[in-house]
Nanobody, 116 residues
Framework: QVQLVESGGGLVQPGGSLTLSCAAT????????MAWYRQAPGKQRDLVAQ???????EYSESVKGRFTMSADLSESTVYLQMNNLQPEDTAVYYCNAQISRTVHFWGQGTQVTVSS
């Protein structure tokens, strides 16, 4: 139905910035909500940000003011711009697409490591 491919992860120093991308293929016109989640080792997978095609994006309290989610509808791609990154932001970041209330698709995940 929908395939998601994330990119842009990597290693950055505290205070640095990174931008993640998530491209949707297959039937992207069926997507109702796009979201970013993250999962640190040994912890739960948590919602970071989510948006409908027309926005506005909503953010978790831990990233509000530092992260910005945006969408390029012509390219069926969403982005997560991450500023002032901290070690606590280290996690695997996953893109999620909601087709309906019961149908979701996940990307493979991309590692973000914040360390000096």
């Amino acid at each position: 139905q929908v395939q998601l491919v994330e990119s842009g992860g990597g290693l950055v120093q505290p205070g640095g910035s990174l931008t993640l991308s998530c491209a949707a293929t297959g039937e992207p016109w069926r997507i109702n909500i796009m979201a970013w989640y993250r999962q640190a080792p040994g912890k739960q997978r948590d919602l970071v940000a989510q948006t409908t095609p027309l926005g506005p994006a909503e953010y978790s309290e831990s990233v509000k003011g530092r992260f910005t989610m945006s969408a390029d509808l012509s390219e069926s791609t969403v982005y997560l711009q991450m500023n002032n990154l901290q070690p606590e932001d280290t996690a695997v970041y996953y893109c999620n697409a909601q087709i309906s209330r019961t149908v979701h698709f996940w990307g493979q995940g991309t590692q973000v490591t914040v360390s000096s």
